[in-house]
């Protein structure tokens, strides 16, 4: 994927209300420039939904429809039969959910789709916390880091939505992470070919969640690739690969540059390091 024979014409992003350094809407961009003017996409309650349009306005140039907080796969679901009893077929159908609208409040249509190996794309862009209401906790929320309910730190650890979704035997699944914006357009590239369910999981950093500043975003979500925390890989069709080699810099260089996890103690941060030296450690 080379990035200078991308199209010039934006399909997202021109005009919407996302804070500044808003990591969801460069996400949506980013993957626009792939899928193209033939894409429907639905999105539940969240900020992806009130920045990409609200009323008459729209950052959205394709067809896009504001669903319930727990049905946009059932959704897109329904708008790939209708365009099958047509004939249509070259259309990108795509959910687009937070991890409030997949991971949790979203979960169960977003397995039912993919255990019904639809030909859609769920793209679950992931700022780790409930940003869309005021910053709470929720399954994709990282161990000990701080929230607005939960002020001491998370005490669990995160949902792996990832191996959840390679479960399902789906036809194409990823990670995928902003400040590598060529690895994700790749991604989105090859999910938009499959002719099953892909599932695509986004790291987008919040900077009011994560406490960065907004012109950080892109740096901190490259640490976060860069430490060993969020791997780059993709299971095309029961083929595991990692499509990025990171370089392993210490892991509390991305903790440290994050207001959300000032209460680190040095154990815990080695706890993370351990994780990571283990895990590569294994050549996977």
């Not at 894409?39 to 140039?61: E, F, H, K, V």
Request: glycine share 10%.
């Amino acid at each position: 994927m080379n990035v200078n024979s991308l199209p010039q014409v934006e399909l997202f992003g021109q005009g919407n209300v996302g804070c500044k350094g808003c990591g969801a809407a460069i996400a949506g961009r980013q993957a626009m420039k792939v899928l193209g003017e033939r894409t429907i996409i639905t999105i539940p309650a969240s900020c992806m939904a009130t920045l990409g349009g609200s009323n008459t306005r729209s950052a959205w140039r394709v067809p896009f429809y504001h669903t319930l907080f727990e049905c946009a796969p059932a959704v897109s679901s329904g708008i790939r039969a209708a365009l099958e009893i047509q004939g249509i077929k070259d259309v990108n159908v795509v959910s687009w959910g937070g991890d409030a609208g997949s991971a949790d409040i979203g979960f169960q249509s977003l397995t039912g789709a993919a255990e019904r190996q639809e030909n859609i794309i769920h793209v679950l862009y992931d700022n780790e916390m409930y940003m869309n209401t005021g910053g709470q906790t929720g399954s994709q929320t990282p161990i000990y880091a701080i929230t607005s309910n939960g002020s001491l730190g998370k005490k669990v650890r995160k949902k792996n939505m990832l191996a959840i979704m390679e479960a399902h035997g789906i036809d194409y699944v990823a990670s995928a992470n902003i400040a590598y914006p060529e690895d994700l357009m790749a991604k989105f590239q090859k999910a938009a070919a499959k002719k099953g369910f892909s599932y695509i999981h986004i790291l987008a950093p919040c900077h009011r969640g994560w406490g960065i500043k907004p012109e950080e975003t892109i740096e901190v979500a490259r640490k976060a690739t860069e430490c060993g925390l969020w791997e780059l890989f993709e299971v095309d069709e029961g083929k595991r690969t990692r499509t990025y080699e990171p370089k392993l810099i210490p892991v509390a260089d991305y903790f440290k540059a994050q207001g959300r996890f000032k209460n680190l103690t040095d154990e815990q941060i080695a706890e993370f390091q351990k994780f990571v030296d283990d895990y590569y450690g294994k050549g996977e």
